[in-house]
């Protein structure tokens, strides 16, 4: 039967009849068991089962001895290898070791390293080198208490002075529980170590010991050169002062001096040398001195001798005698460090007369200043008296003239109802508006004098502006209309508190002067808000006033026109707008330029603001007459004459106009009137300050959504294009044809329907 064919066999048996075991035993084996089991087939003994269970249990027990010998040969060969690689570790420890050692061996420094328990693991050669007669007791194992007694018992160790070897053992106990610790350590014949301890992370300390003879030895001989360096200098210092000084260290004896202090207390100079006591100076001071009775010599000395100077000590002693009648000097002695202190004298002769010299003449200039303030105010009473009289003199005369005037008026009136004829009634004319130019100019030298005498009656009351506003213009628009100008009073509704006389006085001045030097254009008069203020603004077209006679104006008598004539006034209105002004608390301002018109400015306070120019705040706009909404355009143009055109063309069309001269006072108007116009017409270049984008980009936030801003420019560039279309601005080339803004005011008219 090949053994392919066989049967498979259990395990136990297949171990049994294994191929190494000699066929004769593998014969005799399988007689055995055939024979064991016809046996136990025939004739099953009473435990037949418990034979064949021992046989498997052998067969396992077999089995499991073997498994425990391979696991303990496989434990045997990882404890053969461990056992290999601890003996690795061990040699590669040896020789890190020894590295080590050679190592610590080859720094230049001494070194010792002492483990967490304060034990020495090792040391270099070089540590405590100093130290010789220890040298041999030091070895690994040597606690460090043990060791800083070792090397207290050195003789070759140098303690400080006054320390005993029980207190350097301590100094070095304390510092070996710091984590780091550092000094400098004497030896024997002068040699320096410097002592470093260093705490590692695993608690041991290593000590380096480096000696530093020469370099100490280097130092002190260079701070030695800086002192006598110092010292050079410090005496070169001293004898470039004007004073004389000298210095005492704690125990008052003389460190340095110059030459002036011999001189200032007559001593000869072999007299001063270093280490002398202060008592010999003191004694030169007492001998050749006066002090003051209350701050005598003994204070001097006991601020010398005492233990805290707080403060320093100062004070003045004369010298007597001497063809210039004495000297006087000043004794100062200021402490400095190490107790000791400083002291110098200083000749205050020159000084002590010339302020007894300026005394004398203050008290001269002050007797002259008496004298004069007296003549003064007798020479005021004069003028004061003389001012009254004057101004009696004048009401009286005026009041005189004002009779006859008033006379000769109404004859004049009376001679128009009999005269019939051109010629005489010209002539007539004439005569009445001579007399009623006088009858003006004696009006205006009464309020002169009313008001430089302070006897102006003020009756102080809210005051409506609308209609003193409405008795203006109904005044002065024939007298514009003669001379070909526009007068216009913007709206307002506003109650301002003021004295009504002199405010329509006030404002009639500043319309008449402002037709009167205007030979085109516009007059305009409008009110603007500002907080809890009110600004009426008198604005015109004409010459302009330069910038040197904004202040000369203001006086009496005073014409920039010296060819107008003495019918046309005197000079006194601007001069009665400043004293009125002033005696209502009235701000008066004025802006300016020649060509460029004036603009008057009367800032006051106000009770009402229900109004302002043109709208009253952001409501609808008004319809005008001809059923057209009203509209506002704001003009930023500073070319007067450019302003001027603009203005009056829109005006023709029915438009309202706030005209400015710059971004910034466009921003200014907008914020403080919270006017919203329809129309905001911007020149690109306004000189100095915003330029016209920067300005329409200010005040863009206070425009109302639907105002038309337009860019008014003669610049083609493509750059400014960009820019203006960036911020949704028109743009308006230069020259400006009329159908062009037509155009813009005709969209704006569109849009508040």
Known sequence: ???????????????????????????????????????????????????????????????????????LEHALDLLNASNARLSQAYHEKDVARRNLSSAIEAVQEGFALFDAQDVLIMCNARFNALLPDIRDRLAPGLKFEDYLALAASSRHLVLPEAMTREAWIEMRRRGHHERHFIATQGMADGRLVQVSEQRTSDGSTAILQTEVTDLIRAERAERGRMLDGQAAILQ????????????????????????????????????????????????????QFAFPARQGANQMSDWVRSVRRKTRFSVEVNREGGDDGGRTLTILAR????????????????????????????????????????ELEDALARAERANSSRARFVAAVGHDLMQPLSAATLYVGSLFEDVAQPGPRGKLDKIQRSLDSVSGL?????????????????????????????????????????KGLTLIFRPVRATVVSDRSYLRRI????????????????????ARKRPNRLLIQVRDTGRGIAAKDHEIIYAEFKRLDAKASAAEGLGLGLAIVERATALLGH???????????????????????????????????????????????????????????????????????????????????????GVEPEICLVDYQLGTGMDGLTCLAAIRLLLPASCAQCLMTADRSDALQSGAASLGVEVITKPILPA??????????????
């Open 335 to 374: 402490e400095i460090p190490e107790g000791g202190f400083v002291l110098s004298i200083d000749d205050i002769t020159d000084h002590t007369r010339a302020l007894q010299s300026v005394s004398r003449a203050n008290e001269m200039l002050e007797t002259r200043v008496t004298e004069r303030t007296l």
């Open 1 to 71: 039967m090949t053994d392919a064919a066989r049967p498979e066999l259990p395990a136990d048996i297949d171990r049994m009849l294994s191929a190494s075991t000699d066929p004769a035993r593998r014969h005799d084996k399988l007689v055995m068991i055939a024979q064991s089991l016809i046996r136990h087939i025939e004739d099953p003994p009473e435990d037949h089962g418990v034979g064949y269970a021992q046989f498997q249990r052998a067969a396992v027990l077999e089995e499991e001895v073997r498994a425990r010998t391979f696991d």
């Open 507 to 526: 404002l009639q001045n500043l319309i008449s002067n402002a037709i009167r030097y205007t030979d085109r254009g516009r007059v305009l008069v409008v």
């Open 587 to 673: 701000q008066l301002s004025l802006r300016s330029a020649p060509g460029c018109g004036s603009t008057f400015s009367v800032e006051m306070v106000t009770t009402q603001e229900t109004g302002g120019e043109g709208r009253a705040g952001p409501a609808a706009p008004r319809p005008r007459r001809d059923g057209r909404p009203e509209l506002t355009a704001l003009i930023v143009e500073n070319d007067a004459e450019m302003a001027l055109a603009l203005s009056q063309l829109l005006e023709q069309w029915g438009v309202n106009v706030l005209e400015v001269c710059s971004g910034e006072e466009a921003v200014a108007l907008l914020q403080d009137t």
């Open 740 to 753: 062009t803004l037509a155009q813009v005011v005709m969209s704006a008219r569109r849009l508040v329907r």
């Open 236 to 287: 070169a210092t001293l004898e470039h002062l004007p004073l004389g000084v000298c210095l005492f260290d704690s125990g008052l004896r003389l460190l340095g001096w110059n030459s002036n202090l011999s001189q200032m207390l007559a001593l000869p100079l072999t007299r001063l040398r270093r280490g002398i006591h202060f008592d010999e100076i003191f004694h030169q001071l007492r001998s």
């Open 442 to 482: 004696i009006e205006a030298l009464l309020d002169i004098s009313r008001l430089e005498a302070g006897e102006a009656a003020l009756t102080v009351e809210p005051i409506a502006l609308a209609p003193i506003f409405e008795q203006l213009r109904e005044e002065f628009t024939p007298v514009a209309e003669q």
